[in-house]
């Protein structure tokens, strides 16, 4: 086995025993019932022919993270993060599209069975038999729980890193590979381009990224959000405009206006206004609140609209859409912090403190720890 250092949570460990900033988790923030993660040594598999093992460098923070945190069962275990920059340290007897050096990315799909419809289809995300996780999965072969990406080490099979083109800032590209991809493949399967006219609803992770995406494929971009004071917000990340979806009027005259509405909301949340918003055969693409929704049949039958849902991306996509963000200068907006502060992120996420993702530099973890062995 392989020897590394991460950040592990253990389910017994509530916020009461945080050290740190992080002790100042406000209880109504869903943050204070997560437990800690504590620096911990972690081990990785030797490397198999196919394997590579890649130092990791930048982690972004996503809110999946925060959901596994807070899913966490008692006595289990979990190292979080899947969206992930760094270098090739070695490489496995079989691989050639890799060499140690290489800037490589991976996101929140490590392995697939490569075989059925979906596999075949460049759709791993879709796998008939569920994709493996990037952590919190298991590992196909040996049966092994995956450990994610807070940690200085990752061993994966080189099928599922992504060369990292030159010239995307390896911090603010961590986060296309999970937020990023995730909104990039429904704006190509919906053929946004040159003269479509897209709406992006919620400004977090994934809504600033779809509308830079939006706006570098030549959509005409509009941001929806509850209050005005995100107009200068929206013009700096490249929107057309700005929709307020408090104000009745406004929502009356942008009605049947849009080929496609991305709604990145993850609260629960009436989609009629929303449904309202798109035109004749547009589509609404459901992508931050992924629970049940409630769907008024009228609100599709008037203007034969459609509704949609996607999440992550197949290996083809992931490759296309990091080319694109290196052609068109797109990364995401982010708040670089040492790992050393992984708690206070996930505190400040969980009551969306940041613009627009946290994403930790995993080098602190190259110095001891303070009174630790680890
Ligand atoms: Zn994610
Ligand atoms: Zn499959």
């Known amino acids: 086995m392989r020897t590394t250092t991460g950040w592990l949570a253990n389910a017994s460990d509530t916020s009461d025993g945080r050290s740190g900033s992080a002790a100042s988790a406000s209880p109504d923030s869903p943050a204070g019932s ?90 791993e995300n879709f796998c008939h038999t569920f994709p493996t996780l990037t952590y919190g999965g298991s590992d196909r072969q040996d049966g092994s729980a995956t450990l994610g990406g807070y940690s200085r080490e990752y061993v994966v099979r080189d099928a ?117 918003l798109v035109t004749l055969d547009g589509t609404l693409s459901l992508l931050g609140h992924l629970g049940r929704v409630d769907v008024n049949a009228m609100d599709l039958l008037i203007g034969r609209k459609k509704l949609s849902s996607a999440g992550s991306g197949g290996r083809p996509a992931t490759a296309a859409m990091l080319e694109f963000c290196a052609e068109h200068g797109i990364t995401a907006d982010v708040e670089v912090l040492p790992s050393a502060r992984v708690n206070e992120a996930l505190e400040r996420l969980g009551r969306n403190d940041v613009r627009y993702r946290f994403v930790l530099d995993l080098s602190d973890l190259d110095a001891p720890a303070p009174g630790s062995d680890t």
């Open 160 to 276: 599922f890193a992504y060369a990292l083109p030159a010239g995307l800032d390896p911090a603010g590209a961590a986060p296309l590979l999970c937020a990023g991809v995730t909104v990039w493949e429904p704006l190509r399967a919906l053929g946004v381009g040159p003269g479509s006219r897209v709406a992006v609803a919620g400004l977090g992770g994934l809504g600033h990224l779809a509308v830079k995406m939006a706006v570098a494929l030549g959509a005409a971009t509009t941001v929806i959000s509850r209050t005005p004071d995100k107009a200068e917000d929206a013009r700096r990340l490249g929107a057309h405009g700005l929709l307020v979806s408090t104000d009745e009027g406004q929502m009356d005259r942008a009605r049947d206006s849009f080929d496609v509405v991305i709604d990145t909301i993850s609260a629960p949340h009436d989609l009629g206004p929303y449904l309202r």
């Open 34 to 123: 997560a437990p800690a993660l504590r620096r911990s040594s972690l081990e990785r598999r030797d490397l198999r022919p196919d394997d590579l093992a890649v130092r990791v460098d930048f982690c972004g923070v996503c809110h999946s993270d925060l959901h596994a945190l807070h899913a966490l069962r008692e006595g289990a275990t979990l190292v979080p993060g899947h969206e992930f920059t760094g270098v090739v340290t070695a490489t496995g007897a079989a691989v050639t599209r890799f060499a140690a050096g290489d800037p490589v990315a991976v996101g929140n799909i490590v392995d697939s069975c490569g075989t059925c419809p979906m596999c075949r289809a460049g759709q």
